[in-house]
């Protein structure tokens, strides 16, 4: 979904071809994203609704390529359109068709534990939102006659039995392979007794179970006797970390501790226990996350259970396992959960058939560790988990990168095929009585959980200029933006109150709902009867239900004031600015510069290279001194790339599509002017203070271990690592994220030169995540030592006579062991770039950790909260070569959807100057964050006066301006000083 909505809006027709009946994946599926426990349905849905929205993007649903042939830039792609039995064109979603079917059979999308029928729609907010006949199981076909109740209950007269499968022929330039991935089958390991005890479910089950439009609406349930479990198991590595699948899934033990968390805030009475072999929280925010589990009461046992068992009393689950003292211990549990792993997908398997791309021995799609997304067929990339397990994010960004290399190979191609939409005349509303309708939405259980809806809706019917009311399951859903549609021409709606979640996901999708239909989209109010209200009082639902009322209650009074907004335009520069000329940095521009956009790149020290300069040793099959030869060599030729070396930005003014740069470079000074900025500034090595660091040549850091071993043999008998040095801790409590990779890499390379030097690394966790894992098994395989050692029980480190020496405790043996030591190499962390006033310049957020923030963890992990400028590389967090190369791929998507246009649209919400009251006294310029406003002065009467002007291109409606003016002198569209008197009298008035 992600590649085909950067490359359309970038300017390339895209076909998106899904075999499901509806897109999604099984994103659609989860209950919630972590670290935000953001809805997972309500923060995809604005991409699926974006996408069937979307003029450029074809929708081919229910289809599978069969054939292609071609090369890149003309490829000639079969599809086969399995026929859906119903027309597209003529259903009405009104679902009666479904009910009315008597067939049923298990539903794989709520994981077996619930029934659906033989004609259905796959979710509740299914894009196209159109159901489709499972001829498997239909008694018509399955028989040859009969039934047809589908066909005689619909009145649109949309079912068409008699539809055959269509075969079509796309002329494409390129293919985006995204076939995802198949859950491990638990089934396959009896032991467990997955399929045999009831109790006994998978990850996936659970996401349904917890989920609200799930099997048991949100209510967590035992299935054997729907009572509440008392006791919680979760059961990780299940079909992951094995001989037969010698890869980690990424994934399981973060979702794990999610699904482990939403129980206890839920359900804090229950007891929640997760039995691992290693946390591998190593993601942006993961670790902070997992001690928050611990800080709820969440139980993390390290030990792999062998099997289950049932008691055939009360069904309980009998958990038998060893404890690290090796001590045998039992535990009954009500529910035990099954973290099943990720597997190379069926569908995958044929795909690459078809397409003649390589797998790894495990079955992922073969790709080059510093091209991550390129396949062994020229013109045709992979992403997600196609190529290897991975979470969310790493799926986004792979999306952007493929969208970027898509971007360049077509970039001749640019703008043909392509669409505009066009929106019906704008109804005027002015001199009329405002009729506003309430839309209230359940968002599942998230909101209908906690707050009473039927007594929202009624006491909304009440309110003053509230015509129309109504509730929908999600208003976020396709079909309940055509019903929105619906009421508003019906009744001549003219403001319209969405109460449901956030605006920041949501408010844009309502807008374009609105002019669709015919009205201003700043006639809208959002009430966040979620975020502010169901979520942060789920145990208080009267409350809730009360405040619920007074949020919509204020909405509407504020929905009488709004005005119709028309947002100006800006023309847009089509040139990129890249600051920062490492591996991120390097690669961006590259990017740019091959989707035909000229590209500044600014690098402030001597030479380009960055961290990578200093990265000798790859993965197998990687030469990061061969890619970073042939980057720096493929920026000095590039025709559409200008370098500065030696180069610091001194001056940031603009906003996206004209931003203004001043900067100096080689003591020389520049101004220039960009549409889209991509910061990629890096970060640097954490420098210990512990361990003798500094203090004895002995001791190293990683990377001055492997600059050693590039050029030298290692004189030493005994290498000890010590992971999580400047990670972990109480003054960087973030996970590093390439440290284990790291040390098991490096601790390869010296194994497989000098088999005698004895190795040891001692961890907390090893966190080869992903395909990573298989190193780890490598170094076992060689003879590295892993010993763990526990937090707070740091390795002691001591110099006596000239000999080092390691004392650790190890808690398998219950003992301190003392190594001696002829090397100590210190696996230290990544420490945020301390380039303060670059981040002030550009006035971007930092995290807790330090690293630049994203505009959303998940679904914009390259956006920076400002529009117009993207992330990438370590300046974002700490990430491996190969995330680098793909985040500063997508962010180069992400920048050239703006450089590509000609116009950009601006914000309407924005600050308005008042002249009659504005007496120039300034006290609005300084506190403008976005420094919007100028101070002016003109001549009037023969008088010289002062007043203000805001730069509706800079402004982006804070309010900051508003609240410190004494004269009234400043407003907000749409926020102006007595719209907010009416709703404080409202809050005040007695109800």
Known sequence: MQTALDLAEAGIKVYLVDEAPAIGGKMVQLDKTFPTNDCAMCTVSPRLVAIDRHLNIELLTNSRVIAYEGEAGNFRVKVLKKARCVDTSKCTGCNVCIEKCPAKTTSDFDGGLTKRKAI??????????????????????????????????????????????????????????????????????????????????????????????????????????????????????????????????????????????????????????????????????????????KKAGVRFIRCQPSSLKQLLANKEIIIRYQDEQGNLTEENFDLAMLSCGLRPSKAGQSVADKFGVRLDGNGFCLTDGLDPVATSQEGIFAVGAFSGPKDIPETVIQAGAAASRVLALLVEKKGELLKERTYPSERSVYGGEPRTGVFVCHCGKNIASVVNIPEVIEYCSTLPNVVFVTDTLFACAADAGEKIKEAILEHGLNRVIVAACTPRTHEALFQDTLREAGLNPYLLEMANIRNQCSWVHMYQPAEATSKAKDIIRLAAVKATHLKPLHPGQVPVSHNGLVIGGGLAGMTAALALADAGYNTY???????????????????????????????????????????????????????????????????????????????????????????????????????????????????????????????????????????????????????????????????????????????????????????????????????????????????????????????????????????????????????????????????????????????????????????????????????????????????????????????GCAYCVEPCPFKAINLIEYMANGTIKKTVESDPAKCQGCGVCMATCPKKGIMVRNFNLDELSDIVSAVLAPV
């Open 601 to 919: 790149l600014l690098e402030k020290s001597r030479e380009l290279g960055g961290n990578l300069r200093r990265v000798k040793f790859g993965e197998p099959g990687q030469e990061p001194q061969a890619k970073l030869h042939e980057l720096i060599e493929r920026i000095k030729i590039h025709p559409n790339i200008e370098l500065y070396l030696e180069s610091n930005v001194i001056g940031f003014e603009g906003a996206a599509g004209n931003f203004v740069i001043d900067f100096i470079s080689e003591n020389r000074k520049y101004q220039i002017k960009a549409g889209a900025v991509i910061v990629a500034t890096g970060a640097k090595e954490y420098l210990p203070s512990q361990f003798l660091y500094g203090e004895d040549r002995r001791v190293i850091t990683q990377l001055e271990l492997e600059e050693r071993l590039s050029v030298e043999k290692v004189d030493a008998k005994t290498v000890v690592m010590i992971q999580c040095v400047g990670s972990r801790d109480e003054n960087h409590p973030y996970c590093s994220r390439l440290c284990c990779v790291q040390a098991v890499k490096n601790a390869i390379k010296l194994k497989a030169r000098q088999p005698e030097t004895e190795v040891f690394v001692l961890y907390r966790d090893i966190r080869t995540y992903g395909l990573h894992e298989a190193e780890y098994t490598r170094a076992r395989k060689l003879g590295v030592r892993f010993l763990r050692y526990e937090q707070g029980q740091n390795p002691v480190v001591t110099n006596s006579n000239d000999e080092l020496r390691v004392t650790v405790f190890d808690p398998i043996l219950d003992a301190k062991l003392n190594i001696p030591a002829d090397m100590l190499v210190l696996s230290t962390g990544v420490a945020p770039s301390e380039d303060q006033e670059l981040t002030r310049l550009l006035t971007l957020p930092e995290s807790e950790d330090g690293f630049l923030m994203e505009a959303h963890i998940k679904l914009r992990p390259v956006d920076s909260p400002v529009e117009g400028v993207f992330l990438a590389g370590l300046a974002h967090g700490p990430k491996l070569a190969d995330e680098s190369i793909a985040q500063a791929g997508a962010a180069a998507a992400k920048a050239a959807a703006i450089l590509s246009k000609g116009q950009r649209q601006l914000e309407a919400c924005v600050s308005e100057v008042l002249d009659e009251n504005c007496d």
């Open 120 to 293: 259905y729609t796959l979710y509740a907010q299914a894009v196209p939102n159109v159901p489709v006949i499972d001829k498997d199981n239909c008694i018509y076909f399955k028989k040859g006659k009969g039934c047809k109740a589908c066909e005689k209950f619909c009145e649109a007269g949309a079912i068409l039995l008699d539809q055959a499968d269509e075969t079509i022929e796309l002329n494409v330039g390129a293919v985006v392979l995204t076939p995802g991935y198949d859950l491990f089958d638990a089934a396959e390991k009896p032991q467990l007794g997955f399929g045999r005890y009831p109790d006994v479910l998978t990850s996936l089950q659970f996401e349904r179970i917890l989920s609200a439009s799930g099997p048991f609406a949100g209510k967590v349930m035992r299935p054997s006797n729907g009572e509440l479990p008392r006791k919680v198991a979760f059961i990780q590595c299940v079909g992951s970390r094995e001989t037969s699948a010698d890869f980690c899934s990424a994934v399981c033990c973060m979702y794990a501790t999610k699904e482990a968390l939403i129980l206890k805030e839920h359900h804090p009475e229950i007891d929640v226990a997760i039995f691992y072999i290693d946390i591998r929280a190593y993601g942006k925010g993961f670790e902070a996350y997992y001690e928050r589990a």
